[in-house]
């Protein structure tokens, strides 16, 4: 049994926390990590430490510390970085989420945050290449003038025939870009930007290949913005109430299974997006304190807890890496555990297909 006992905990080994954990002078550690602000790898390695470790008061007592500290720190940064924000320093912005997710790379608000910058700054990225967009527009035509008069001077003139079509080339081009700009931003679900893309695009006088291409682009924005406001089915409107009375009682996989029942013209109706958006953030939240509830039945040797409650998050987030890694890891353990003979309380695996 002892042997057995040695074995199972040689195979909670997650990693480089659980290897300092052993660490002869880990108070020392400890200070040299808050010293430093590496506030994470304090407290993962401080998640197993056991009662009878010869320094256990002190620890927890150093935990403490840990713990308060790294509130303050994530505070500070989300306060300067929504400081950065207010003042669109989108470099010094970046640089300070991602300090602060260097020194506390699991805490959910500060990786909610820095999603949220992330999305900020795409779009006004994307207003920037608009604008770059509607100048280089604005050029082409008022350049189109000058060309066209110039060919009209001098029609003979070979150089000058070559200058316009270049131009026409470049009107193309330039066509070609906002058509994809149309679709992209349709695909996306960002009808406003599919809007500005086509203003700037109706502007051009391309060749009659493009102008077809704008007539197709308007009635696919047409047909988005219909299915936008376009009211809900009956049993749209029933299944969509459904997923957000189970949201509201924190059942995930009844919300995320009721949404996928929606016809595909409902799906892409406002109110259905918008509570995908709210889904989808509400559900990031739940998955991440899930997966850290099982490590924490994981260091205290549970492995099967800990595998049943990371398996239950798989229908919520079938691609989410960092839950597989954590599923794959426990099925090895728990199949090892079988072929040892301990078997108490242990769901025996399928083994996996090659």
């Not at 047909?223 to 009682?249: E, F, H, V």
């Not at 899930?290 to 798989?314: C, D, F, M, P």
Request: hydrophobic share 35%.
């Amino acid at each position: 049994m002892r042997f057995i006992n040695i074995f199972i905990f040689s195979l909670l080994l997650p990693g480089c926390a659980y290897i300092h954990s052993l660490d002869e002078n880990l108070p020392g550690q400890i200070d040299i990590w808050i010293k430093n602000k590496d506030y994470g790898k304090a407290l993962d390695t401080l998640y197993y430490i056991q009662k009878d470790h010869k320094n256990y008061n002190q620890l927890m007592r150093q935990k403490e510390t840990v713990v308060k500290l790294a509130g303050l720190f994530e505070q500070d940064i989300l306060e300067k970085g929504a400081q950065y924000l207010i003042k669109r320093d989108w470099h010094h912005a970046d640089e300070t989420y991602e300090y602060g997710l260097d020194k506390l790379p699991n805490n959910r608000k500060l990786k909610k945050a820095h999603n949220e910058f992330i999305h900020k700054r795409t779009v006004y990225l994307k207003q920037l290449k608009l604008r770059i967009l509607q100048n280089k527009t604005q050029w082409l035509i008022n350049d189109s003038k000058i060309r066209n008069e110039i060919s009209r001077v001098i029609p003979k003139n070979y150089s000058a025939r070559w200058l316009l079509q270049d131009h026409n080339l470049d009107i193309d081009s330039t066509s070609k870009t906002l058509i994809e700009c149309v679709s992209d931003s349709i695909k996306n679900h960002e009808l406003e930007v599919a809007k500005q893309c086509l203003k700037i695009a109706n502007q051009l006088t391309p060749s009659p290949y493009f102008q077809n291409k704008f007539i197709e682009a308007s009635k696919q924005l047409e047909q988005a913005i219909q299915l936008r406001s376009r009211k809900l089915s009956k049993s749209g409107k029933k299944t969509l109430r459904t997923a957000q009375m189970a949201l509201a009682k924190g059942d995930f996989n009844m919300a995320h299974q009721n949404i996928n029942l929606l016809p595909v013209e409902d799906q892409k109706n406002g109110q259905v997006l918008k509570f995908k958006n709210i889904l989808e953030e509400q559900t990031e939240d739940y998955v991440d304190k899930t997966i850290t509830e099982g490590r924490r039945l994981y260091s205290k040797g549970k492995v099967q807890e800990a595998y049943l409650l990371w398996k239950s998050l798989k229908p919520i987030s079938p691609d989410n890496e960092r839950l597989q890694n954590l599923i794959d890891r426990a099925e090895k353990i728990l199949r090892k555990l079988h072929k040892i003979g301990n078997k108490q309380d242990i769901i025996v695996l399928p083994a996996k297909q090659n």
